[in-house]
């Protein structure tokens, strides 16, 4: 593919704080390779895997209008004092799976899945692990080998 690649960066805003910090990893590892991007924001972690659908039958019903090469998923749930923790994780994490192997598409996973805000944190801050640069940098990865088995319909 001779032009850059183009990324939709999903992004669950239950937590703003830490999604404007897992946004911002993504967006400058994005920049750094020279990937073009949109941002679209959901709900919540649930929501993800829905809105990422959304726009692939948008792709196959109207032929094109908002191509992606990938996608970014980004979000965090935190653990609280009910099980709804592990619905949202389990299914969020299950649902973009089934997009990746249903569609073949590309996809970073940034969910993080913690115990509390300074886990969170850890995760999300570009000065310590960044995980949303390390997510956009799998998506990246993920398009190139799309790219190696010469499967790209643009």
Not at 26 to 39: K, P, Q, V
Not at 73 to 93: N, P
Not at 97 to 115: H, K, N, P, R
Not at 123 to 150: W, Y
């Given at each position: 593919?001779?032009?850059?690649?183009?990324?939709?960066?999903?992004?669950?805003?239950?937590?703003?704080d830490?999604?404007?910090?897992?946004?911002?990893?993504?967006?400058?590892?994005?920049?750094?390779?020279?990937?073009?991007?949109?941002?679209?924001?959901?709900?919540?972690?649930f929501?993800?895997?829905?809105?990422?659908?959304?726009?692939?039958?948008?792709?196959?019903?109207?032929?094109?209008?908002?191509?992606?090469?990938?996608?970014?998923?980004?979000?965090?749930?935190?653990?609280?004092?009910?099980?709804?923790?592990?619905?949202?994780?389990?299914?969020?994490?299950?649902?973009?799976?089934?997009?990746?192997?249903?569609?073949?598409?590309?996809?970073?996973?940034?969910?993080?899945?913690?115990?509390?805000?300074?886990?969170?944190w850890?995760?999300?801050?570009?000065?310590?692990?960044?995980?949303?640069?390390?997510?956009?940098?799998?998506?990246?990865?993920?398009?190139?080998?799309?790219?190696?088995?010469?499967?790209?319909?643009?």
């Open positions: 593919m001779s032009e850059a690649p183009h990324v939709l960066i999903v992004e669950a805003r239950y937590y703003d830490i999604a404007d910090e897992l946004a911002k990893g993504a967006i400058t590892a994005l920049e750094g390779a020279g990937a073009t991007f949109d941002r679209l924001e959901v709900p919540g972690a929501e993800l895997p829905g809105a990422i659908r959304m726009n692939i039958k948008a792709m196959e019903l109207v032929g094109g209008r908002k191509r992606y090469d990938g996608y970014v998923a980004l979000g965090c749930v935190i653990r609280g004092e009910t099980s709804h923790y592990d619905y949202v994780c389990g299914e969020c994490a299950r649902g973009l799976m089934d997009l990746t192997l249903d569609y073949s598409i590309a996809i970073g996973f940034g969910v993080l899945t913690v115990e509390n805000r300074e886990q969170a850890a995760r999300a801050s570009m000065e310590q692990l960044d995980k949303g640069g390390t997510v956009a940098k799998a998506a990246l990865r993920m398009i190139e080998i799309k790219q190696e088995f010469g499967y790209f319909p643009r």
